[in-house]
């Protein structure tokens, strides 16, 4: 199924709650990543009280988050809950706090980031990924003209083309396609996949 990220970094402020300031932070960022991406928020945000984030990683079950010692879920629950109710995958969100001198309470605090990461959302691009599946074939020069016309029919326009003693391609397509273009290869045999434990992809 698609699911959306955001395709460039983001900030965005709140206002001032009882003199603690809120600034919150988007990255698209995969899971080979987040440490990088953290260790990076931390070394460039250096003067402030927390770093607290939460991240949805490829799937809906990839989720991390901290409250970086702000009272246990006041803090990072509420911003993996604004990125898990945008249905958002490969995000990470960093929610930093400048303490103000009077306590939130973990109403007060769950309100605060949450407002924050809510905030950096809105203003950050955010795009649809669609699943790819690779696939690779061969195909009899006879077979070809009307292979080619399929892909043309679906959309393929990534063809990674050789000609030897039949032609051979690579191609990526939706993995809600799969199935009709493995037909439509097949229906023109000797046209075949090469491999049916297909890779995946996403964009």
């Known amino acids: 199924m698609p699911h959306h990220t955001i395709r460039h970094p ?3 402020w709140i206002d001032p709650i009882k003199g ?8 698209p960022c995969r899971e ?4 990088q991406c953290l260790s990076d928020i931390r070394s460039e945000w250096t ?4 770093h607290c984030w939460g991240w949805i990683g490829a799937s809906e079950s990839a989720q991390k988050f901290s409250d970086d010692g702000e009272p246990s879920g006041s803090a990072g ?6 990125l898990s109710g945008q249905s958002l995958r490969d995000t990470l969100v960093v929610v930093i706090r400048w303490y103000g001198g009077t306590k939130l309470g973990t109403g007060g605090l769950v309100r605060a980031y949450s407002a924050a990461a809510n905030r950096v959302l809105e203003v950050s691009e955010i795009v649809e990924v669609v699943p790819m599946t690779a696939l690779e074939f061969e195909c009899p020069y006879d077979r070809w003209p009307s292979l080619e016309h399929q892909f043309q029919d679906f959309d393929i326009t990534d063809l990674d083309l050789q000609f030897d003693t039949m032609v051979r391609g690579r191609f990526s397509t ?7 273009v493995e037909a439509a290869i ?15 992809e996403s964009d």
């Open 10 to 12: 983001a900030e965005a």
């Open 186 to 200: 097949r229906a023109l045999y000797p046209a075949r996949l090469l491999d049916d434990d297909h890779g995946v």
């Open 47 to 50: 003067d402030v009280s927390h």
């Open 20 to 27: 603690s300031k809120f600034l919150g932070l988007a990255v």
């Open 77 to 82: 629950r509420p911003i993996l809950n604004v």
């Open 32 to 35: 080979d990543e987040l440490k």
């Open 174 to 180: 939706p993995q809600s396609r799969v199935a009709e």
